[in-house]
């Protein structure tokens, strides 16, 4: 009986690499929904919950929605009012409550980071909350929401 055993072989180790091609489906998922909690926990820690920051930025979105598709001499008040509260909550009352005009663009054109040009393009908060009812372009709209958006970051400090 020895003899025979003698014969048989044992069989090699089965290797660790490479993976089965399952194994590296699990990877890629686990990463991307580990990129996907990160990134959405990026947006929840700047925008917390029950902030003013996140309500203001979602009504900006929903206002360039609403310019997009439909423009509208109410859009632009709905901005202009939303803007001003921004700019209130984010730098006080006493610095840009009283302003009004050009005064107002200039103030936001002092304030901005970004370097939009509010005294040039922003002309538009001036007349159109006041005109009657005509349809506005949204290309003259959306420019304006866009350059606002920072404004609602944590990231932005008040120029003082």
Not at 41 to 50: H, L, N, V
Not at 70 to 81: D, L, M, P, R
Request: charged residues 20%.
């Amino acid at each position: 009986m020895n003899i025979l055993i003698k014969d048989i072989y044992e069989l090699d180790p089965i290797s660790t690499f490479p993976l089965a091609i399952g194994w590296y489906i699990v990877a890629i998922i686990i990463l991307l929904s580990l990129l996907l909690i990160f990134r959405l926990s990026a947006f929840w820690r700047e925008y917390p919950r029950g902030s003013w920051n996140k309500e203001a930025y979602y009504q900006l979105k929903d206002l360039k929605l609403q310019a997009k598709n439909k423009g509208g001499v109410a859009t632009a008040k709905q901005f202009s009012e939303l803007l001003r509260r921004i700019a209130m909550a984010r730098c006080g009352r006493e610095q840009c409550a009283g302003l009004a005009g050009d005064n107002w663009l200039k103030w936001l054109e002092s304030q901005d980071p970004k370097g939009f040009l509010w005294t040039q393009k922003g002309k538009l908060l001036l007349t159109l909350p006041y005109a009657p009812e005509k349809s506005v372009s949204h290309i003259a709209l959306i420019p304006l929401i866009e350059a606002s958006l920072y404004w609602t970051s944590k990231k932005y400090r008040c120029l003082l």
